[in-house]
């Protein structure tokens, strides 16, 4: 009985990742259709720009939440980071690329503040990356108070060579977002699924108990799950800065329930143990595709996008929650006949 | 006198009264009366806020649905004021729209077994979303200056009608859970699911009602919201949940539920609200107003968790050196 479950979750997780991919290709298939501007490679990848940081943050977060944890700080520390790189660089007179080293430095030592006390001290993940969250906003707008500069008009003026970072764009058509996400993913997927590292995440989050009797060190890999998000947050935080040419301190704010989503949507299980970097990056294209997509091609505005994203997160969740438990689906089926009996 | 400390809900007002004194020292305008009692005023909706969501953390579940449903349920509230239903429609309407919301989030994570932070994070996105549909983006204002004025109106001395009445409730909802034995279903369901169950408790209906009771609070917080502010922009709520959460924690509730009660949420809904006005009397700017609370926040939590750990070690030693000593008695 229980092999022959295990068998079942086992195939529909084999399929997973190919129904997202479904997904994608459905999406494309249908806006194409509407808007055939929606194929144009300049749009398509131009269309990265706004989810890249939901790309990026997503994949790491997958480690963390593989460990049974969850880190809803992310957000804030691409503010954090942002405004670090602009208050060094502007006020403290820092070489651009060592203002960038500096702002995921402290990332990682906010990642590592918080993981500490998850894995160290045993508080709850969602209290500790709670209050992270509100520290390092606050931090943030600290920071932003050392600068010359008004914090509501961030700092501008990048150098040329720092703006290109996202401005580069490879044969022409494929931006520099686009390949920095690709080679993270590569990055993420082999540090995951290839690495004794990876293992010993996964082992972490399916018994942590049995992981630290088998001479694992729990508690260092579950901390550094958390230092691995904080520095793709800052990553995230460059990469955004450079991109809108403006260092600010809350430019993360809204990015907290995407992410989380993303993670979900690929597959990954929030009670640990199971999950995929595949995954998520598809899901994190879906999403993207979604929110660049109807507003193009069903002129569907750009507030009204939490909708249709909230209801792909909830069918896709419900779905999974009816046919990955056979006796829901009976029950449902049983339901379904008595209905039709009467 | 030991059991009084240990109990969390005095702690957290123990930690409020010890902050109210120590700013005191500092500044003594912050000793007069109507000073504190503004402090309590102004925690109102969170108040509410806190007051529901402790239902569902109880439970062992979260709900990060409730800004959504705040600005929701202020928006249909504050439109009906404008259009002149007066308050006997506006009140139920908005609170029909909590309980709605919150009735689908108790059937996803309670029937359909969906982790409640993933399905009330779905919620949350398609709540929102209709928020902007119905307001088609644009506030909501003009409201009748007899519903706005009421935010300021005293009921005894400093004490506004909203604080009046949101105490009650929460007074009310604390003895029920405390003294029914229904009540007390709450609390063992989140300390114990599988354990409740086997004992005849109806968890998944208990976890239902919590989540409802959860959307219908957030509800009556918005109409609260909708007459203090005095227009509802689209975004009005956004993050309400996630500082609500935190005010239950500061209150002294476990997230992993069956640990802390409908007072110690609402206390820390005072301690929370709170820090912005005490830093303005300590001479700060409220730029630090989330350094300070989440500084408080991961303090609170990382010292509770210990306290926490060392008396489970304890209770292991005493239970451990007691069996030895039963065995010692036998043989002899």
Redesign the interface.
């Known amino acids: 009985m229980r092999t022959s479950f295990s068998l079942k979750t086992k195939q529909i997780w084999k399929k997973w990742e190919f129904i997202l991919f479904l997904v994608i290709v459905l999406e494309i298939v249908i806006f194409a259709t509407k808007n055939s501007k929606f194929l144009m490679p300049r749009v398509l990848f131009g269309s990265m720009n706004d989810i890249i940081s939901i790309c990026i943050i997503s994949l790491f977060v997958t480690f963390v939440m593989i460990t049974g944890g969850?880190d809803?700080q992310a957000g804030s520390i691409v503010g954090l980071s942002s405004i670090i790189l602009g208050v060094a660089w502007q006020d403290g007179g820092v070489n651009i690329w060592a203002a960038s080293f500096l702002a995921m430095a402290a990332a990682g030592v906010c990642g590592g503040i918080s993981g500490f006390?998850i894995a160290y001290?045993?508080?709850?993940p969602?209290?500790?990356t709670?209050?992270?969250?509100?520290?390092?906003?606050?931090?943030g707008?600290?920071v932003s108070?050392l600068s010359a500069t008004e914090s509501y008009k961030g700092i501008n003026g990048f150098p040329e060579s720092f703006l290109k970072l996202s401005k580069f764009k490879l044969f022409g058509v494929i931006p520099s977002q686009v390949i920095i996400f690709l080679i993270l993913a590569v990055l993420a997927y082999i540090l995951l699924h290839k690495t004794r590292y990876g293992r010993q995440v996964f082992l972490v989050g399916v018994n942590q108990n049995a992981a630290e009797y088998s001479g694992i060190h729990t508690k260092l890999i579950i901390m550094s799950t958390y230092v691995l998000s904080a520095v793709s947050a800052s990553v995230a935080g460059i990469i955004l800065t450079s991109y809108l040419g403006t260092a600010k301190s809350d430019i993360g704010?809204t990015l907290t329930?995407p992410i989380?989503?993303a993670v979900?949507l690929g597959g990954t299980l929030?009670?640990g143990g199971k999950g995929s970097v595949l995954g998520t990056a598809l899901a994190a294209i879906a999403i993207g595709t979604l929110r660049f997509g109807l507003p193009l091609c069903f002129k569907v505005?750009q507030?009204?996008?939490?909708?249709?994203?909230?209801?792909l997160?909830?069918v896709i969740?419900?779905g999974r929650?009816?046919f990955g438990?056979p006796e829901?689906r009976t029950y449902l089926m049983k339901m379904k006949w008595n209905g039709k009996g009467n | 006198m030991k059991n009084i400390l240990k109990n969390r809900e005095v702690n957290s007002f123990l930690f409020l009264a010890g902050l109210i004194f120590l700013v005191g020292l500092i500044n003594q305008s912050f000793w007069k009366p109507e000073t504190i009692i503004n402090c309590f005023n102004d925690s109102v909706v969170f108040t509410l806020l806190s007051a529901g969501i402790a239902f569902v953390i109880l439970t062992g579940e979260?709900d990060?649905s409730i800004g959504a449903v705040l600005g929701l349920s202020a928006a249909v509230g504050a439109t009906l004021l404008r259009d002149g239903y007066g308050i006997v429609a506006a009140l139920p309407a908005a609170i029909i729209v909590g309980a709605l919301v919150g009735l689908i989030n108790g059937i996803?994570v309670a029937v359909?077994?969906?982790?409640s932070?993933?399905?009330t994070?779905?919620?949350?996105?398609?709540?929102?979303?209709?928020v902007?549909?119905y307001t088609k983006?644009a506030w909501v204002e003009n409201l009748p200056a007899n519903y706005t004025i009421l935010s300021n109106r005293f009921l005894v001395g400093n004490v506004t009608y909203f604080y009046g009445a949101a105490l009650v409730i929460v007074i009310i909802g604390h003895l029920i859970l405390t003294k029914t034995r229904k009540g007390k279903y709450f609390v063992a369901v989140g300390d114990n699911a599988a354990g409740a169950t086997l004992v005849g408790i109806p968890a998944d209906k208990t976890k239902i009602i919590a989540y409802v009771l959860c959307g219908v609070f957030a509800s009556m917080a918005g109409m609260i919201y909708a007459s203090r502010i005095g227009f509802i922009t689209?975004t009005a709520g956004n993050?309400y949940e996630?500082k609500a959460?935190?005010a239950c924690?500061l209150g002294g509730l476990?997230?992993?539920g069956g640990i802390g009660s409908l007072a110690g949420a609402s206390i820390g809904a005072v301690i929370m609200s709170s820090i912005s006005r005490i830093l303005v009397f300590l001479g700060f700017s409220s730029?630090?107003?989330?350094?300070?609370?989440?500084?408080l926040?991961?303090t609170i939590?990382?010292i509770n968790?210990?306290v926490q750990?060392r008396a489970a070690l304890k209770n292991r030693h005493e239970i451990l050196s007691a069996r030895t000593a039963e065995k010692g008695g036998k043989k002899a």
Do not use: E, H
């Open positions: 969850i809803i006390f001290c045993g508080v709850q969602m209290v500790v709670l209050g992270g969250s509100f520290l390092y906003t606050g931090i707008l600290l108070k704010a329930l989380i989503t979900v929030s009670t505005s507030q009204y996008l939490d909708i249709p994203v909230g209801i997160l909830l969740i419900i929650a009816v438990r829901l | 979260i990060v996803g359909l077994n969906i982790p932070l993933i399905f994070l779905g919620v949350n996105g398609v709540v929102r979303g209709i902007y549909v983006g689209p993050g996630m959460i935190a924690v476990s997230l992993t730029d630090y107003d989330n350094t300070i609370t989440g500084f926040l991961l939590v990382v968790t210990a750990n």
